[in-house]
């Protein structure tokens, strides 16, 4: 590991003006390419204290040996010599956009005396004209064989071309009416290329004019009662609305624009861009990214743009551009962008209309393609096995760990507190083991406190369940007993496994009926949501009970480092480690499930109302009381007799109510925050409000 002071230019040294730097390593290889608007800024704050660095800015420094850096007049110049040495030295700490497959796209070879329509994949070639990408090759094909009745282009390879030509005798295509047959002279060169012409026209959204023009010829034709020609050109039209069929309209006739959205988490990056032409969506294709560098979705999106259009020129740049976030500063980047089209390009966020429908859906998409990829990442046991293995060697643990538990707290405000324990076996997850918890010994918000008594009253069950199971000779301490309430699974156990099949969890403690108990089985490892002081209130909860065969960590989620018991420093691993991926995928599940947990009781207490607690009134009855008086408010004060009045509810029934509204006090009223109004007590408060009293956590 180098010491970034070891290499660090010396003061006056670098040029304050626009310009593109590297980093190498001790064996001269680039490992970063960055640009920037002052050269001297810039690598300035690459050498600040690192404790101050990003943790991946700081592996990026420490892993350098030099610095080197070029001028340039503009950040457009910079913008585009940054691209050109990330595509010739493919640094390990830039972000990198991997295509999830290999696109197909339509091609068509004006480049050539006979232009060919073909499918085509990888790197593009001049001269050739391309449409797409395409999902699948047989979409590029289904399109293709209807516009080939209107626009016979030849699709043959260049050896059936040249066969043909020697022999006198198109193909099949050529009999069928579905090629020209340039190779027999049936059509001059110059003709065929007008065609090809013609086929790039109608594909790149210009489909109005043409129909309009085939069905002039049509009428045409039928008022010269040639009947047979009208009808070829009936089905000419047929076969070209069928093929804009295959793509919907989606915004205003004419508009070109290419949509881009980033879904994304502290580790990785999904990119989806769909490409709108003639309002139509022509084409989709997507990427998955390592964010090796800290980067904003504003960098993401500079970063795919580069991707996208660094090898292309003219109209294969839109004149539009729509993205979730801009780049900063976007000047530069829209201004790279207008010189590749050669005209005035627009890059901005759709603040409404069809446009910002239409980039929800590609978000969508974006966020399918990012849990597409974790979960084939997540489900490949050769992973799973070197994730764990990871874990192990990081945290020093004797064995990997097979059972993982994590721990997080949720809470809005001080209110509704509870936690939630979420169970990892073999790198999977186990819900059937879920457990949640509400906070009993204490009031408020103390993230630390909570944690210490959801791991005691976690770990106190299971010495209970070993002492009933004759596995624990010595009489557990006095505060060991817990409540059979204090917590709750959120699936009941599955199934017992079969004989004839290897149980994963062999010699797991059960009841009689084979069912797992629920705390006997422990962990090897427990995970907490959070940092230093989560960590040790956890291993002191432990310490209390005597159990020392339980390694503990915790994943602070800003910077993700994992944090060790009573280390004062923590611990960094690989931005590649597998073993970091799957400590966060547990940590976030735990979260979610905590957060969904505390939603479903605040949305019980705010539904709630004194006439739950009525004996022997049930919600039919409760419903007319409310519907009758028209509020909570004007109930508690009706007489009983009043009461009595609201059909199928008795005198008994009338001053049972009664007096339960007259021993409940009644709750400070509801203010509007918007418009300072005082909300009548109906007996259940808004919903909106709890949106108003801040977020979950």
């Known amino acids: 590991m180098a010491d970034p002071s070891s290499y660090r230019p010396k003061p006056g040294q670098i040029p304050d003006s626009p310009g593109v730097y590297k980093f190498r390593d001790e064996h001269g290889r680039v490992i970063y390419v960055g640009k920037a608007k002052s050269l001297r800024q810039r690598l300035a704050s690459y050498f600040q204290d690192l404790a101050g660095l990003h943790p991946r800015t700081r592996t990026m420094v420490t892993t350098a040996a030099s610095v080197e850096w070029t001028v340039v007049t503009t950040e457009v110049e910079a913008l585009q010599l940054e691209y050109t040495w990330i595509k010739e030295f493919d640094p390990r700490f830039n972000v990198k956009y991997r295509d999830d497959k290999s696109y197909p796209y339509l091609a068509v070879t004006l480049n050539e005396e006979f232009p060919r329509v073909q499918v085509m994949r990888g790197a593009k070639k001049k001269g050739v004209r391309y449409f797409g990408p395409y999902g ?5 094909r289904e399109t293709v064989d209807l516009m080939l009745r209107v626009f016979p282009v030849r699709t043959c390879s260049a050896g059936v071309f040249k066969r043909s030509a ?35 026209d109608f594909m790149a959204g210009r489909t109005g004019a043409y129909i309009r023009r085939l069905e002039r010829q049509m009428q045409d034709a039928a008022e010269e009662m040639e009947y047979e020609r009208a009808a070829r050109l009936r089905d000419d039209i047929g076969a070209l609305k069928r093929a804009m069929e295959k793509s919907a309209v989606v915004l205003a ?6 949509l881009i959205a980033v879904a994304e988490d502290e580790l990785e990056a999904a990119v989806q861009i769909f490409h709108v032409r003639g309002g139509r969506v022509r084409g989709q294709r997507g990427w998955v990214t390592d964010k090796v560098e800290a ?10 743009l580069q991707q996208l259009y660094g090898e292309e020129r003219g109209d ?9 976030a801009l780049p900063e500063p976007v000047e530069p980047i829209a201004q790279w962008l207008s010189g590749r089209r050669g005209s005035q390009v627009s890059l901005r966020i759709p603040q409404r209309g069809d446009k910002k429908d239409l980039m929800a859906t590609v978000a969508r998409n974006a966020q399918q393609a990012l849990a597409l990829h974790k979960t084939k990442r997540a489900s490949d046991l050769t992973t799973r096995s070197r994730a764990l293995e990871e874990i192990a060697e990081a945290l020093g643990l004797e064995s990997v760990p097979l059972r993982i538990e994590c721990f997080d707290i949720s809470h809005l405000q001080g209110d509704d507190v509870v936690a939630s324990m979420v169970v990892f076996e073999d790198g999977l997850a186990r819900k059937s083991e879920y457990r949640r918890f509400q906070i009993k010994t204490f009031q408020g918000q103390d993230d630390v406190r909570s944690m210490h008594e959801v791991i005691g009253r976690r770990f106190k069950r299971y010495l209970q369940e070993k002492q009933k199971a004759g596995e624990w000779t010595e009489e557990p301490a006095a505060d060991a007993r817990v409540d059979d309430n204090g917590a709750t699974a959120s699936a009941g156990p599955g199934p017992a496994v079969p004989d004839d099949e290897p149980d994963p969890m062999a010699g797991r403690p059960t009841d009689e009926d084979g069912r797992p108990k629920r705390f006997a089985y422990p962990p090897q490892l427990v995970v907490v949501d959070g940092g230093a002081p989560q960590v040790a209130a956890a291993r002191r909860a432990l310490d209390e009970l005597g159990i020392d065969d339980v390694a503990v960590c915790g994943l602070a989620k800003r910077l993700e480092e994992v944090w060790l018991p009573e280390d004062d420093d923590p611990v960094v691993l690989p931005r590649s480690s597998e073993g970091l991926y799957l400590l966060q995928r547990v940590r976030d599940e735990a979260h979610r499930f905590a957060i969904a947990y505390q939603r479903s009781k605040r949305t019980k207490r705010l539904k ?20 009758h008086f028209g509020s909570l408010k004007k109930l508690r004060a009706a007489t009983i007799d009043e009461i009595c009045e609201v059909p199928g509810v008795g005198r008994k029934t009338a001053e049972t109510v009664a007096a339960a509204l007259a021993g409940a006090a009644p709750s400070a009223p509801a203010v509007n925050t918007a418009t300072g109004e005082i909300i009548e007590d109906d007996g259940a408060p808004p919903a909106a409000l709890s949106a108003e009293r801040g977020q979950d956590r």
Do not use: M, N
Not at 136 to 140: D, E, F, S, T, V
Not at 187 to 193: D, F, W
Not at 253 to 258: E, F, L, Q, V, Y
Not at 316 to 324: G, H, N, S, T
């Open 295 to 304: 980067v904003t979705t504003g960098d993401l999106v500079e970063h795919a």
């Open 608 to 627: 709630s109302s004194p006439l739950d607690a009525v004996a022997g009134l049930g919600e039919t009855r409760r419903r007319a009381l409310l519907k």
């Open 316 to 324: 294969a740049v839109p004149k539009e551009v729509l993205v979730p």
């Open 253 to 258: 006739d004419a508009t070109d624009a290419d």
């Open 136 to 140: 699948h090759a047989w979409a590029i």
């Open 166 to 200: 020697q022999i006198g005798r198109p193909c099949l295509l050529g009999y069928i009416g579905k090629c020209a047959a340039p190779c027999v002279g049936r059509i001059s060169a110059g003709e065929h290329h007008e065609l090809a012409e013609e086929f790039c």
